[in-house]
């Protein structure tokens, strides 16, 4: 508009004086120069100060801003923190709870399935049990190991002659235990079990001079009175299978012993100078299996095996699976039981596990018994948690 304004006047002053008109237009423009460098002058003092005045908005706004993300992170941080300690305190809590109780369930129930599989299916070949168990468990090993999740010794000849008798031990162990829970129930297998901890502590006695505390023998001798009158008021009872269990004691506190023994030669026989829980558990089940393919055929089992109807049915190798499964995982679970509270705590878990499998047998297997012998069962029970704290103090 301001264009069109001033062509109208000129053209007024053009037709009517001339000569003024280029004056008059002279002095106008000049005066509208002038006033326009004010007017430019005026607004860039407005323009700056406004430019000014935003910037320290700005920066206001921008302090504002920081102050309210550090309080904010602030916040997040200790509530992160916070939140970081509360579950680093519930593992905690929970970690010897859960670890405890996997322990107490792995042991129940593999003790429940090897009976199960022996005198449910009434399969009368506890060497190839053995055998199928022990290869589970070291093929689980061995993928283990190879995948990383546990760390084993790399086998040598050396380290292999050194555990050889410990592995003997170790099968007979384990077959004598298979038969005498065949014929034996699963409460006093339990209660006569306590008998290999009295020939332990004798055995340490004399090879290592190890004496043990008046509570201790106290809890030992209850023990025997036990065991004795429980067998004498055992309504099932089977000479065959407390022979056998009988040997199985032997041979358990002679695998202690052994196993105390031959451990530091082993250690020297490793080139890390130690030996974990992986790799004993590896040599014993690896070492194991040539042995037990010669007993199967130095015993006649494998004739049996190739004709048993039992072997032809689905439910009986998830069953024999399982409980190879479960022999490993009480490994494993011993070892994290043990690291989440410490010996005192699992040799008194280890005793009182004793009395839930002795109930589950009785009920689960419907054993007769009479009164005398379910008082015998308790009280060899009350005399392995005796024996436990007696230890413990």
Not at 140 to 153: D, N, P, Q, T
Not at 157 to 177: A, C, D, E, T, Y
Not at 340 to 358: A, F, H, M, R
């Amino acid at each position: 508009m301001s264009s069109d304004f001033k062509l109208d006047i000129f053209s007024q002053h053009d037709s009517e004086e001339p000569g003024l008109g280029t004056t008059l237009t002279s002095k106008m423009l000049l005066d509208e120069k002038v006033n326009a460098v004010h007017t430019v002058r005026e607004q860039g003092k407005l323009s700056i100060n406004n430019f000014a005045t935003n910037a320290e908005r700005r920066a206001v706004n921008d302090r504002f801003l920081k102050a309210n993300k550090a309080t904010i992170g602030d916040n997040v941080g200790l509530l992160d923190e916070e939140e970081g300690h509360h579950l680093h305190g519930s593992a905690k809590k929970s970690g010897p709870l859960i670890s405890g109780a996997a322990y107490c369930v792995s042991s129940c129930s593999m003790i429940m399935l090897n009976k199960i599989v022996l005198s449910g299916y009434n399969f009368n070949a506890g060497i190839s049990l053995m055998f199928y168990q022990n290869f589970i468990t070291t093929m689980v090993v061995v993928l283990l190991a190879l995948s990383g999740r546990i760390s084993v010794e790399k086998l040598n000849w050396r380290l292999v002659r050194v555990w050889i008798p410990v592995n003997v031990i170790f099968i007979g162990m384990l077959v004598s235990g298979m038969y005498s829970l065949k014929y034996i129930n699963v409460a006093m297998v339990t209660i006569l079990k306590n008998m290999t901890n009295i020939l332990t502590a004798i055995g340490e006695l004399y090879l290592f001079r190890k004496h043990q505390n008046s509570k201790v023998w106290t809890a030992m001798f209850l023990m025997i009175i036990s065991a004795v009158s429980g067998g004498i008021t055992d309504l099932s009872f089977d000479a065959v299978g407390y022979a056998w269990q009988i040997m199985n004691c032997v041979l358990t506190a002679s695998y202690s012993l052994t196993l105390r023994w031959v451990m530091d030669e082993a250690k020297k026989s490793t080139k890390s100078g130690s030996l974990n829980e992986a790799s004993m558990v590896l040599l014993n089940n690896l070492l194991s299996l040539p042995f037990a393919i010669i007993m199967i055929f130095l015993f006649g089992e494998w004739d049996y095996v190739i004709h048993a109807d039992v072997v032809k049915l689905p439910t009986f190798w998830v069953v024999a699976t399982t409980s190879g499964l479960l022999g490993l995982s009480i490994s494993f679970n011993s070892m994290w039981f043990l690291h989440q509270t410490g010996p005192t705590t699992y040799s008194l878990v280890g005793s009182l596990n004793k009395i839930p499998i002795s109930i589950a047998g009785i009920l689960v297997f419907t054993v007769p018994l009479s009164v005398s012998n379910l008082f015998s069962i308790l009280f060899g029970l009350f005399a392995g948690v005796l024996f436990a704290r007696a230890k413990i103090s």
